[in-house]
Structure formats: structure tokens, C-alpha cells
């Protein structure tokens, strides 16, 4: 069936409140869109844009799974603030991205990374599942809506504010009591466009409230394609917000072989008062790939590792702190200094990692997974000569796929380990000095799904030294977890990065929201 103007109006509907029901969103047949979200009392109301002013691209996975774009023909455009919903021509399809502005040709472009086979997959997509039940003594509530996927969380931890890092690189500012909201930067703002298409996935705040932002832009025209790494520093302080970020540190290394380019990510202040930075892998297991645009050189120094940085410095150096990291996605220290750190695995069916990082020691990656005692690929390299590893911590359960009787070191095979971070004084004794873990879920289709939870964990070393785990799950279903954030007084907040309570694979991931987990008082 065609989509014509009942249909756009019911989009906009949808997309400006994203929780309206299908037959509302249908009823608006004649009225003027932008009236009918008005009516409607949209925080971003959307705006309807000339297909022909636009050039509309769609990503495709290729044979290596590295992702191009193909053209596609738009019968309609409606931005809601920084997000694209497109009605393609002739198809019942709708698809959703961002605007993208490329080194040469035009500069009004968009590159759409979400497809629905037709408006009722896209309103479907567009709900929120209600939120799970919160744990005895605690509240949950979600208290903010984002027009952008978000993907990190930072703030200077008294809770009256935080601020939310989107992947494209915007920032929000929202206050928690109110739930307010407004956007602090632009992607236009700072991030240089000739540089390539950003991904943005490390924020952090530092004592001198100053905002560190980290993007991953992919360069093209260079051969072989290459990341064009930049981690940003605020420079002026307006109404008591950070502003005006500059770049601080670059870096450059070949973007990664088919979807693996993990990218640098997360950053945070050590307890000594340096910066410690996520160095992802550019691929699964150290593949060669066969496309020519990439380089064929397996992982790079700068990569599957953690940096350790001077904040003092002017013209920083990256020290190598840890490597054998696949994904640290996320880590954090216990009041003894010691540094935790998540791992995602390889599409390989080993166990995701939680690991005890020390300076200078290796953790495997890619040459050993989890306690794997063979190899997962034919293409493995053997580990250089002396070469010691350090096991992940083993998880004795009973949640995330572990158990007294069988460890698994550390989590469930696909499920995401993405942010952790340490509970202190201001929890209840059975949670205080544990740890609270997001698992983002698993991407790739298996029989069960794993992840989409907020796990709690509670170290401790055995009799041989080693480091084991008692987890148990604390929030399920969570939407896609990205982040976990502490801020004010047995508070935690969540970052969404969709809306997915289940395995969708790389579609359907309409943007999120930031939920707050505290303490009855």
C-alpha cells in the first residue's frame, strides 16, 4: 500500500511522542502536521523536509559484513530534532537516520542505518516497554526521553545534573528531580565533517568541570580507510555548563575489517588523577578480511587495549596501560584502587570477560578467549614466545551463566557486558561494595537471548588468590543498557540505548532513554 498524507501524519505523530497508540496516530488524516504535534504538546516537534533537496543513502552489510550504503529514493522526510524518518518511494518501507555531510558532493545528506518493512513495524518500534520491577528497597523511574541513541552518561556525581553523550555527538543536559532537558552541544558544534562520519562513545567529567568527548570518524577516501580518532576538552565554563571543546589528543589507526571497528570509547579519572581510556579491537579475532579498502594487518598497536593518559599534558602521549582487551567497554576502580573492566567476546561463542586490570599485563585477546584452551578460528595467532595471560574473573553465579559448580569466566557468550560501576556507603549492606553491571544483550540471533539486564556483583579472591564473582540479576528486561552512572546520594542511572527488550539484530533501535534506580530513603 502507498504511503501518502494520512500516513505522514500518522509518522509524525508517532515519532514526535513515541508512545502514542497506532489507531491515534492513524486519526489525523487532514490536519496540518506540524498543528497535529502541536496539539499534541511534542517536546521536539518535527518538521517536514523536500525530498528533493536531499540525497538519501541506506546501509548494507556486505560480504565481510563491512557496511556500505546504497541510494534510496525518498516520498517523504520528517526531522524530529536531529533524527530522520524517510518514506521511500514506491516501497511501504520506512528508514531512520541522521544527517551525515560528506568531503565532497552534497552537503544535505543522510545516512540511514534503521529500515521498517512498513509504518506499523516503525510504530511498533517506536513503544517503550513498561519498566521491570525495581529490587526491594529501591525506586525506578525513567526521566528522560532522547531524540538521539544515547551512549554514555557523566556528570560531577551530586545528582542535580547530568549529562548524556549521544553517538552522533551531541550532548544533553538533564536534571534528574525535574527531568528537564535541553541540548548542551551540536555535533556541528565541535566535530570537524571533512574528517568522515562520527561515532561517539566516551564522555567524562573531570574535578575541573571540564567535558572529555571522544569521536571515531571513519576516513573513506584514505586508503586503507582509517579512524580518525580526536578526544575533545571543554575550554570555557557558560552558566555553570562546560562549553567550547577543543581538540586535545588525536590519533589515527586503520578503521576495523567488516562491523569490527570497536573504536576508542570509554574515559574516566583514575584514582591516581590520570585518564584511562577503552581502546577497542578492528576485528573479531585478528582476520585478515579480503576487501582492499582495509587493511589487512589484524589489530593495531593503538587497539584491544586501555590508555593511560596525563590531563596535566598539553600535548598528551598515549601509555599503553593493558592490552589482550577485545571491548573494554567499560570500567571502574574499588576504594582499594583496584580497576575493574568489561569485555565483550567475538561472535565465537566464548564467555564475555570481567577482568582484574593490571598495568602491563595482557589479557588474551586475540589469542586466547576467556579460559578457552584451544582456538576459536583457524586464523588465531599463536601467542609470542613467554607470552602470559591473565584469566578473566570466574563468575560462580548463580546468574549471567555461571554457577558454583561450573564457573564461567565471566558472563553469558553474546550478552554485552557494557558499563559498571562500584556501590558504596550509600547502598543497602547486600549491595555495598559490589559492583552494578549493564548488559546491552546479544546482537546475534541464538536460541535464547542473554543480557538486557542490570546485574549485581560481589567479588572475592579463593584460597588460590584467584578472583571469583557471586552475581545475581537486578533489573530485567532493560532496554538495550549502554551505561550505568552513579550521581547523588544511592543513585544510579541507566542509559538506554533503544528501545529493544529483545533481540532485533542491528535494526528497530529507535533512540532511548535514561532511567534512575535510588534508594528508598
Known amino acids: 500500500m502507498r504511503l501518502c498524507g494520512s500516513s505522514l501524519i500518522a509518522l509524525l505523530s508517532a515519532t514526535a511522542l513515541f508512545v502514542l497508540a497506532a489507531p491515534l496516530l492513524r486519526a489525523a488524516d487532514e490536519a496540518d502536521p506540524v498543528a497535529t504535534v502541536a496539539r499534541l504538546n511534542s517536546s521536539f516537534p518535527p518538521e517536514r523536509l523536500d525530498p528533493a533537496e536531499w540525497q538519501i543513502k541506506e546501509r548494507v552489510l556486505g560480504s565481510q559484513r563491512q557496511m556500505d550504503f546504497k541510494p534510496v529514493v525518498a516520498e517523504a522526510i520528517v526531522r ?31 545516512r540511514c542505518i534503521q529500515a521498517f518493512d512498513n509504518l506499523d513495524r516503525l510504530i511498533k518500534a517506536s513503544q517503550f516497554a513498561d519498566l521491570p520491577k525495581p529490587p526491594e528497597g529501591f525506586t525506578l523511574r525513567a526521566i528522560a526521553t532522547l531524540p538521539v541513541n544515547p551512549s554514555r552518561l557523566a556528570s560531577d556525581g551530586r545528582g542535580k545534573v547530568l549529562y548524556a553523550l549521544c553517538e552522533r555527538g551531541d550532548v544533553w543536559r538533564i536534571e534528574p528531580e525535574s527531568g528537564a532537558q535541553r541540548q548542551l552541544l551540536q555535533p556541528s558544534d565541535y566535530i570537524d565533517p571533512k574528517l568522515g562520519d562520527s561515532t561517539t562513545m566516551g564522555m567524562t567529567l573531570d574535578k575541573q568541570n571540564r567535558l572529555y568527548i571522544i569521536t571515531n570518524q571513519q576516513d573513506s577516501d584514505a586508503r586503507p580507510r582509517m579512524n580518525r580518532v580526536t578526544i575533545w576538552r571543554t575550554t570555557k565554563v557558560v552558566d555553570g555548563d562546560p562549553a567550547d571543546p577543543q581538540p586535545w589528543l588525536r590519533a589515527t589507526y586503520p578503521w576495523g575489517i567488516g562491523p569490527f571497528n570497536h573504536g576508542v570509547g570509554h574515559i574516566a579519572t583514575g584514582p591516581d588523577g590520570m585518564l584511562y581510556v577503552s581502546s577497542g579491537s578492528r576485528t573479531d579475532g585478528n582476520e585478515q578480511g579480503s576487501d582492499d579498502r582495509y587493511w589487512k594487518g589484524g589489530e593495531h598497536e593503538l587497539t584491544a587495549c586501555i590508555w ?214
Open 308 to 521: 593511560r593518559l596525563d590531563p596535566n599534558a598539553a600535548e598528551p602521549k598515549i601509555e599503553i596501560y593493558a592490552r589482550g582487551l577485545r571491548n573494554p567497554y567499560g570500567f571502574c576502580w574499588d576504594p582499594s584502587g583496584r580497576m575493574l573492566a568489561t569485555d565483550n567476546g567475538p561472535d565465537a561463542d566464548p564467555p564475555e570477560e570481567l577482568n582484574v586490570i593490571e598495568r602491563g599485563k595482557h589479557y588474551g585477546f586475540p589469542f586466547k578467549f576467556s579460559d578457552w584452551p584451544n582456538k576459536p578460528y583457524p586464523y588465531t595467532p599463536n601467542p609470542p614466545n613467554g607470552q602470559e595471560f591473565t584469566l578473566p574473573v570466574a563468575n560462580l553465579g548463580p546468574a549471567a551463566g555461571g554457577s558454583e559448580e561450573k564457573p564461567l569466566y565471566t558472563f553469558d557468550p553474546h550478552s554485552s557486558p557494557s558499563g559498571i560501576v562500584y556501590l558504596g556507603d550509600d547502598f543497602p549492606p547486600p549491595y555495598r561494595g559490589g559492583f552494578f553491571v549493564t548488559r546491552f544483550g546479544n546482537l546475534l540471533k541464538r536460541p535464547k537471548d542473554v543480557g538486557f539486564d542490570l546485574l549485581h556483583i560481589k567479588l572475592e579472591q579463593n584460597t588460590k588468590g584467584e578472583f571469583v564473582a557471586h552475581t545475581m540479576r537486578v533489573l530485567f528486561p532493560v532496554a538495550r543498557p549502554v551505561d550505568v552512572h552513579l550521581s547523588g546520594k544511592g543513585r544510579v542511572y541507566i542509559c538506554e540505548y533503544a528501545r529493544q527488550i529483545e533481540n532485533g539484530g542491528f535494526v528497530e533501535m529507535l533512540p532511548g532513554r535514561i532511567l534512575e534506580l535510588a534508594v528508598k530513603p
Open 80 to 110: 524530529v530534532k536531529d533524527t530522520y524518518y524517510i518514506a521511500e518511494r514506491g516501497s511501504p518501507r520506512w528508514l531512520v537516520g541522521n544527517r551525515t555531510v560528506e568531503k565532497s558532493g552534497p552537503t544535505k545528506q543522510i
